[in-house]
């Protein structure tokens, strides 16, 4: 009896430490998100710190739990996205939130997230490119919020850049956009642009012009980059003067750069064999063939940047982060000028949309509000991966504390109404990732020789105006 | 004349039990059917689910009436039939009642808690340690023994409710209760409970008697017993999903809204091409073929002259052009090294069996790790290969006074090369896998044969000649067959070695990265499917050439 007893103690000591142990665990790392640095603390960016009032629909009873999931570029990104949620989840009155990173080597985020609408089993609330809003609104599958925004007391379209927002008000039953056009698809996430990563090292081993001393004196145009890029390119057989990524924003920069553009003015037909558009990809072929500074097309600059290796790359605020780590010296600078007397940049975003299915459509409209305060655009701009999307000087002026680089003013610059960025957008008279799939390669020919400028602006509209039927 | 056994009162009650089922269970299945059309069942459901569900219900009701009219005869028919359907039945009840208490998306939320419990299941672990250590006492201390087996069950049962509780295994039980509430989760229950005891009632042994079963019916209702869950298995996940992707290729399915029915109009699109001739080898597309319906996809010069290829879908053709060239490559480079490589390998010199795991790791290696690590290597300007073809070229150079240019391939950014470089990542990593079947095939060849040609004066290639290919030639069958099917399939080393996956001016473009884009980029599942059968078709060709060929050239056959 004794014994049986002593064997009962061992086992609840046994147990007992197990799980002990079990919960001494370390929590989750979500939790322990460190801050950026030398950034200022997400709490000193601009004020909008109470929780958005939800729409004056009451929220139903007892807890709802909602589902919301974004793209993150890394895991630190993962990590504040986490802490926000954690954050929200407090502020926001019965509601509890699940936050769901998306995407991972093997899986595309917006194939994942395609299946999951398909299957009905997407969150409640999620994040898409700018340029799938059109796609995902005409298919029902995102809810049209403008009810929702209009009973919220204190909601203004307008404080958000009017780019994107001409998107996400655009009504395609009036074709009309704008506060009262009884449209309203999501809020932006935050937007970006693009500016030149410089390698200062090599610029100045080249004895090259500074970049941003040319774009103070408003001398920093085609040919003041093209000098730059020969001189650095001249440094040796593998050291390049410039370096972009292979997809159409690149592309369209030096396109919107000489006056032309993807589309016409109301992006209903194909505008790519227009001089203009040919002028901007002959430039642009020029750096790949004729004057041969760029690293070859297709292949991926950001490692060759970082590896010392390119003078000037070109590339949006997400890739800060990243080169954050290099070990040369380092700085941006805005696009240079092209013969539109325009650098022709872009206007980046992405939108948090409401699942059409969700089963709670006012919290869920509450928590996109939540998760584009400027107090939430704050936290995850201080990591320096992109650019609040509120029009707000607060916004901006912190903004450019969010060092390295120490031109912050580069990006600012590029999205500066002044610049006149095109905004990123989708195409509501047809379909852009048809669209994409036919100009993309097509472009591609033409900067890896394969095919002409001429051949190309002779053939392409025609192919590419079919997507505009679908 | 009929004679019938004399049976008790119980299983007489039992068998007009199981005949009043079957009758309300074919009328509730007869109408069932009716009102799937009259809107009162399923009124949302799409058109193919209304017929599938009616051609179930339709049977189910036939062979349930047809059951109850053998079990009055007391025929073992009857007694079949009716177990066939409470089971099949019961299944479906259960399934419905696990998708109603969420129990499929649970698994998934118990995957992300799951390691929280890891350590409770350490003490499950303990506690067989400590059952086992009975091992080591001596005879004579049973009682130490009984309670240390005691303990043992105790501190088991204590591990594993604690891990069921540290995953949240209550609360989702909890959760799984209160959805079955639901009326749905309710007439599930509901149904299981009244199918399970209709399967008892027919499977008494009194009323497998009464209707005069044998051993070898039973035997046949076991066999089909056990191998009912793959079967249902392969159903459900395979032969389903087949010929809803056969339906679908009909439709203009987007996987979202109700399809609607279009015919052939997938097919036609895919197979709409024109020939037509160039009077010059640049004359545009838009001058001889209609440019609203076809793009072009290629042009054969002739001289001056030339034909042009144009099609509906170009990316298609392009797509099934690159997925030939790469079976085209990717086969012979995948089978004929390991040919050689199994016969080195077959050799009985030290350390083989070493080197045959080593060839075998690229098969089981991740494509996703493979793949990107391929992409770091492909690297045109910071990429190992290219720098070893540097230091190579400058080696060259440096001792022969030469003047050879470095080429710096561009392996993925440029499309002369672009398809090859994924062709060689294919053949690497299923060489592996072709050795090791053809090791097993060398190993099945009598050793005699080899001696006989060695009596009579042949040579090691004579041997490998005469001797190891024909006798190989059903091991090759498989390996070419296999790997042809594979090839045909490339995606995931396409998807992520190359970006975009579409690769420069479409150059890695294949059949199956198509249909994906398709279906899950494009919302296009109906093309997508109608893609997917075009590709069965081609393979389905393929193979069956080369099962012809097969038996032609077959020393086995002959």
Known sequence: ?470 | MTTYLQTDSRTELLLRISIVWRGIFALLAAGGAISLWTGTLLPAAPLWQKVLVTAALVIASIFSAIGAVLISRRNHGGRMISLTLDYLSFVICAVLALNTGEVFVGIDALAETFTSGIPYLGIVLLGYFLGVMDEYFPQKKQDAETSLKAASRWVMLGGFVLFLFQVGALKGILYFLGKLTQPIGIASVIGMIIFAFSLWLIGQAKTAEALHVKTNHEQILSGWLFLSPNLLGFLIFFAGPLVLSFYFSFTDSDAINTPNWIGFANYAKILNIQFAFLSSPTQLAKEVVDIKIYDEVGRFVIGNSGILFAAADKFFWIALRNTLTFVLFAVPLSVIPALVLSNVLNSKLPGMKFFRSLYFMPSIAAVVGISLVWQWLYNATIGYINYFITLGIEFWNNLFNLAIIDPKIQWVSDEKTALFAVVFIAAWQTMGFNTVLFLAGLQNIPGELYEAATVDGAGAWDKFWAITLPMLAPTTFYVVSTTTIQAMQVFEQVFILMNPPEGPNNSTITLVLYLYRSGFQNFEQGYASAIAWVLFIVIFGLTLVQFQRQRKSSIYES
């Open chain 1, 1 to 470: 009896m004794k014994k049986n007893l002593l064997f009962k103690a061992i086992s609840l000591l046994v147990i007992a430490s197990f799980a002990l142990a079990a919960c001494g665990a370390p929590a989750p790392a979500a939790t322990e998100a460190p801050a950026a640095t030398d950034a200022p603390a997400a709490t000193e960016a601009p004020a909008m710190t109470e929780a958005p009032a939800a729409a004056t629909e009451a929220p139903a009873a007892g807890d709802v739990t909602l589902r919301w999931r974004t793209r993150p570029d890394n895991q630190e990104e993962i990590d504040v996205y986490s802490k926000i949620s954690t954050e929200l989840d407090t502020e926001l009155d019965g509601v509890t939130l699940t936050y769901e990173p998306g995407g991972t080597e093997g899986a595309n985020y917006q194939d994942q997230l395609r299946s999951e609408v398909a299957a009905g089993t997407a969150p409640d609330v999620f994040w898409i490119p700018g340029t799938d809003v059109a796609d995902f609104a005409t298919r029902g599958l995102i809810l049209n919020a403008a009810d929702l925004a209009a009973k919220t007391d204190g909601f203004n379209v307008d404080d958000f850049y009017a780019g994107p927002m001409a998107h996400l008000t655009y009504n395609p039953e009036g074709a009309k956009s704008g506060a009262d056009s009884g449209a309203l698809w999501g809020l932006p996430r935050d937007v970006s642009t693009f500016a030149l990563y410089l390698n200062m090292d090599l610029i100045n081993e080249a004895g090259a012009p500074d970049p941003r001393e040319l774009a103070k004196e408003g001398k920093w145009d085609w040919a003041a980059f093209l000098d730059v890029a020969k001189k650095t390119r001249a440094l040796g057989t593998d050291i390049y003067g410039y370096g972009a990524s292979a997809w159409w924003g690149p592309n369209g920069v030096w396109i919107n750069s000489a006056g032309g553009n993807f589309f016409n003015a109301d992006r209903t037909a194909c505008a790519l064999n227009t001089p203009e558009a040919l002028e901007g990809l002959t430039f642009q072929k020029s750096l790949y063939a004729d004057n041969d500074v760029a690293v070859p097309y297709g292949e991926d600059p950001e490692p060759v940047f970082r590896a010392g290796n390119v003078a000037m790359f070109q590339n949006g605020r997400w890739a800060t982060p990243g080169v954050r780590t290099v070990e040369f010296e380092w700085d941006v600078v805005e696009l240079p000028n092209g013969p539109s007397g325009t650098a022709g940049n872009w206007l980046f975003w992405g939108a948090y949309v409401i699942n059409a299915k969700t089963e709670h459509p006012a919290e869920a409209w509450a928590l996109v509000q939540a998760l584009t305060t400027a107090k939430t655009q704050g936290e995850i701009a201080a990591l320096g991966a992109n650019i609040p999307s509120r029009v707000s000087q607060e916004a901006l002026d912190a903004f450019v504390t969010f060092s390295p680089p120490a031109n912050n003013q580069a990006f600012l610059n590029g999205i500066a109404a002044d610049s006149n960025p095109t905004a990123e957008g989708p195409l509501w008279a047809g379909s852009w990732p048809e669209f994409d799939k036919v100009t993309g390669p097509a472009v591609q020919g033409v900067l890896t020789g394969a095919t002409t400028v001429e051949a190309f602006g002779a053939t392409i509209c025609d192919e590419a105006d079919k997507v505009f039927t679908k």
